[in-house]
């Protein structure tokens, strides 16, 4: 993506990222508990308030 991402743009991306992220942590051979956590904190922290950070995330992509 380039310029300044939307928060529909965000909505509509994240989902890729965070699926990407998750399997990228699957090398790391993470306990099943530590990765329930680690799931269920990108599937709400991100997502939740104004999406600044996320949001920046995807522009530097």
């Not at 992220?21 to 051979?29: E, G, L, N, P, T």
Request: proline content about 5%.
């Amino acid at each position: 993506m380039t310029g300044t991402t939307t928060l529909a743009e965000f909505y509509v991306e994240y989902p890729k990222v965070r699926d990407a992220v998750i399997d990228h942590a699957a090398f790391y051979d993470l306990p099943e508990t530590q990765k329930a956590w680690f799931k269920l904190n990108l599937e709400r922290n991100p997502v939740g308030g104004k999406c600044n950070r996320g949001m920046t995330v995807l522009d530097s992509v």
